[in-house]
Nanobody, 112 residues
Framework: QVQLVESGGGLVQPGGSLRLSCAAS????????MGWYRQAPGKQRELVAT???????NYADSVKGRFTISRNNAKNTVYLQMSSLKPEDTAVYYC??????WGQGTQVTVSS
């Protein structure tokens, strides 16, 4: 199994940007698709973005055009670049792969 640790969250004003990182430990990270999820208070966890081993990406409609998922397989890390942030983006963000368990996540709060 690959163990994941999310980081990079924080408090940001509407319209601002944040870059989240997900550091992985384990074998064969480069062959697995990875995803970013988020969970807002009182709501279920939802899929935000995915990236395949070959770099193909998909996004939820709510973040399309604002968020970019990427990966650096040499560093065993996946990223989520978030721009034009909105208050409704406030959530705990998690990364997940096929062979991983859920980590602790990182809190993103968008507020003026």
């Amino acid at each position: 199994q690959v163990q994941l640790v999310e980081s990079g969250g924080g408090l940001v004003q509407p319209g601002g940007s944040l870059r989240l990182s997900c550091a992985a430990s384990g074998r064969l990270f480069s062959i697995y698709p990875m995803g970013w999820y988020r969970q807002a208070p009182g709501k279920q966890r939802e899929l935000v973005a995915t990236i395949t081993s070959g770099g193909s990406t998909n996004y939820a409609d709510s973040v399309k055009g604002r968020f970019t998922i990427s990966r650096n397989n040499a560093k065993n890390t996946v990223y989520l670049q978030m721009s034009s942030l909105k208050p409704e983006d406030t959530a705990v963000y998690y990364c997940k792969g096929a062979t991983t368990s859920w980590g602790q996540g990182t809190q993103v709060t968008v507020s003026s």
